[in-house]
């Protein structure tokens, strides 16, 4: 069986495919990076290819040619912290990455898709769960299961998970800028310290 994970690069999908990796023992699994052109696009796409390549799994970069006209024609918006400079953040969408992923994964002749939502996505978007329902039903009809593994598990679990089965959780990215450092400031980066000081996980939270 043929399997496509969702690999941004965050934490998330990293503990998302060593889960499948290790903890599952998954075989025939794939990773896929969709490519939008914003800003974080070249940090993301190195923690994702480093991800894979440490569990030995095939990952390829697709370009989503749109994304960038939009970048193009409306620039990303600026984030305002106090004390710190304006920073240009990327506006990556899942709920579009999702029917993205599972149309190529139909033409891949690929039949699951894992996407690592977390409980906490849920709480933070009310809408989310009908609108995963919806894009459910239409990977269904063209013969393509979605799957969601970590749907259950907070940001707190899910670090405390990648810990215990090992993930680089270092490597990753979360963070909506681009600069050499995460910002810290932004909601990505602000979930992350606050998971990991929760979890107590022994390892950079960035």
Same mark, same amino acid.
């Given at each position: 069986m043929k399997r496509l994970v969702m690999l941004s690069g965050g934490l998330d999908s990293s503990v998302l495919l060593y889960k499948l990796k290790k903890q599952d023992g998954l075989e025939g699994l794939a990773a896929v990076y969709l490519d939008l052109g914003t800003p974080p696009t070249q940090k993301e796409w190195r923690a994702a290819e480093k991800v894979a390549s440490r569990l030995g799994? $095939?990952?390829? #970069?697709?370009?989503?040619?749109? %994304?960038? *006209?939009? /970048? #193009? *024609? %409306?620039s990303p918006p600026e984030l305002a912290f106090p004390g710190r400079e304006s920073i240009q953040a990327g506006w990556t969408d899942p709920c579009t990455m999702t029917p993205i992923t599972g149309s190529l994964a139909a033409k891949m002749g690929v039949e699951e898709v894992y996407l690592g939502v977390i409980k906490d996505d849920f709480a933070s978007h009310p809408r989310l769960e009908a609108y995963l329902a919806l894009v459910k039903k239409f990977l269904e009809f063209n013969q393509v299961q979605l799957k969601m593994p970590l749907s259950g598990l907070t940001k707190q679990e899910v670090v405390a998970l990648g810990h215990e089965l090992g993930v680089p959780l270092e490597e990753t990215w979360s963070c909506v800028a681009s600069g050499e450092a995460p910002c810290g400031a932004c909601n990505p980066c602000i979930a992350r310290e606050e998971a990991f000081? *929760? $979890? /107590?996980?022994k390892a950079l939270a960035r």
């Amino acid at each position: 069986m043929k399997r496509l994970v969702m690999l941004s690069g965050g934490l998330d999908s990293s503990v998302l495919l060593y889960k499948l990796k290790k903890q599952d023992g998954l075989e025939g699994l794939a990773a896929v990076y969709l490519d939008l052109g914003t800003p974080p696009t070249q940090k993301e796409w190195r923690a994702a290819e480093k991800v894979a390549s440490r569990l030995g799994v $095939a990952i390829y #970069r697709n370009r989503v040619p749109h %994304f960038e *006209l939009g /970048d #193009r *024609l %409306f620039s990303p918006p600026e984030l305002a912290f106090p004390g710190r400079e304006s920073i240009q953040a990327g506006w990556t969408d899942p709920c579009t990455m999702t029917p993205i992923t599972g149309s190529l994964a139909a033409k891949m002749g690929v039949e699951e898709v894992y996407l690592g939502v977390i409980k906490d996505d849920f709480a933070s978007h009310p809408r989310l769960e009908a609108y995963l329902a919806l894009v459910k039903k239409f990977l269904e009809f063209n013969q393509v299961q979605l799957k969601m593994p970590l749907s259950g598990l907070t940001k707190q679990e899910v670090v405390a998970l990648g810990h215990e089965l090992g993930v680089p959780l270092e490597e990753t990215w979360s963070c909506v800028a681009s600069g050499e450092a995460p910002c810290g400031a932004c909601n990505p980066c602000i979930a992350r310290e606050e998971a990991f000081a *929760l $979890a /107590d996980a022994k390892a950079l939270a960035r």
